[in-house]
């Protein structure tokens, strides 16, 4: 089994919808949770950062942890062309070695 | 703008060359990663290094070396490539520890291997 769970895709919505993103994880000491998204032939870039559980909130973008399910959260709002990415999950015990989900693609249509 | 900075965007190298990629960052990181990509396969973590002239190996560290000889560089080496190695490979740094606000990624160098 792997460490992180993330559901591959391709997801496919149009414009304006909510697209959701999640994963799943083994470890219970992992503290630290991220979101990146990373267009194609670019590096991935940070879109959420949280330590813990909770909501995290920036513009149309929600993260959510639920460490007692082991289970993480992105939505994307109002989703526009320009979010067509694969997004991927991150996480850690101590924020030095992160653990990566497999990557989601997801691809919003005019 | 803070960056990681990979020397080569694509590179094209024979069977059994000795194969160099380069990393730079600016953010006087201490830390520094080396990933493949691959599709599927998701990000799998060749090596790291927490501080100058330290290095440990990652999940994956066969057929790789690497060097960090000053803070802000850290160099992959492929010391035989072969095919099996092709593949776009990730640079990236952070500081550590709480709220550092995680890894800056390079823009990947995609080798391939013939």
């Known amino acids: 089994q792997k460490e992180v769970e993330q559901d591959p895709g391709p997801l496919s919505v149009p414009e304006g919808a909510i697209v959701s993103l999640n994963c799943t994880y083994s470890n219970s000491a992992f503290q630290y949770f991220m979101w990146y998204r990373q267009y194609s032939r670019k590096g991935p870039e940070l879109l959420m950062y949280?330590?813990?559980?909770g909501n995290k909130e920036d513009g149309r973008f929600t993260a959510q942890v639920d460490k007692s399910s082991k289970y993480i959260s992105l939505f994307i709002r109002d989703s526009q062309p320009s979010d067509s990415a694969t997004y991927l999950c991150?996480?850690?015990?101590?924020?030095?070695?992160?653990?990566f989900g497999a990557g989601t693609t997801v691809t919003v249509r005019a | 703008d803070v960056k990681v900075t990979q020397s080569s965007r694509y590179l094209v190298k024979r069977t059994g060359e000795k194969v160099f990629l380069e990393c730079v960052q600016d953010m006087d990181h201490e830390n520094m990663f080396w990933y493949r990509q691959d599709p599927g396969l998701g990000l799998r973590l060749i090596y790291f290094s927490y501080d100058v002239k330290m290095k440990e190996k990652g999940d994956i560290p066969e057929g790789y070396s690497v060097s960090r000889e000053k803070k802000e560089r850290f160099s992959l080496i492929l010391e035989s490539a072969s095919t099996n190695q092709t593949s776009m490979y990730l640079c990236a740094s952070s500081s550590g520890g709480r709220d550092s606000g995680g890894y800056t990624f390079g823009s990947g160098t995609r080798l391939t291997v013939v």
């Open positions: 991150a996480m850690s015990e101590d924020d030095y070695k992160l653990s």
């Open positions: 949280t330590y813990s559980s």
